[in-house]
């Protein structure tokens, strides 16, 4: 199940990335992180930036409300989601991802 984090106002989401493959997606679940195919390089922050714009396009919220808090420079990321609840998100993320236990 995904462990998503109250934190204020803001939800922090756990994702695994894969970079460089051949297309950017949601893959499923890894253990309770988020896994997302990217074909950015883990090369300057392209693989992080594209990380964040593959999350906004998804969750329909503006770039400016995500922010990496943890994992940089790691596959495991930690991404703060700003003013929404942890129910909001886990219920666009089930209307998006019906086969996936959020």
């Given at each position: 199940m995904l462990d998503l984090r109250q934190s204020g106002t803001d939800v922090v989401l756990p994702v695994v990335v894969q970079p460089r493959a051949s297309r950017d997606a949601v893959a499923g679940l890894r253990g309770n992180a988020l896994k997302l195919l990217l074909t950015a390089p883990p090369v300057e922050g392209a693989a992080n930036d594209a990380c964040l714009r593959l999350l906004a396009g998804l969750l329909g919220v503006s770039r400016a409300r995500l922010s990496i808090?943890?994992?940089e420079k790691a596959r495991q990321k930690l991404i703060r989601i700003a003013h929404v609840t942890?129910?909001?998100?886990?219920?666009?993320l089930q209307g998006l991802f019906p086969d996936f236990d959020l």
């Open positions: 808090i943890r994992g942890a129910e909001e998100l886990r219920a666009r």
